[in-house]
């Protein structure tokens, strides 16, 4: 049974509507980590995603 990405209970998947999250409080949690990280994220960030660079 996988778990809950935010507090790490134990999902039922086929029973829980919030699935892969335990209830809809974790699925609001962990939306909301993604948004606070989207925002704080650096714009040149996305340039030094690519980590196979620099091996010229
Ligand atoms: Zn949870």
């Known amino acids: 049974m996988p778990l809950c990405p935010v507090c790490d209970a134990s999902v039922n998947i086929e029973a ?11 699925r609001l949690i962990d939306l909301g980590r993604w948004l606070d990280e ?9 340039s030094e995603d690519d980590e196979d660079e620099g091996d010229e």
Not at 17 to 26: G, I, K, L, M, N
Not at 38 to 46: D, G, N, T, V
């Open 16 to 26: 829980t509507p919030t699935a892969p999250f335990c209830s809809e409080r974790c």
């Open 38 to 46: 989207a925002y704080s994220l650096p714009e040149q960030k996305q």
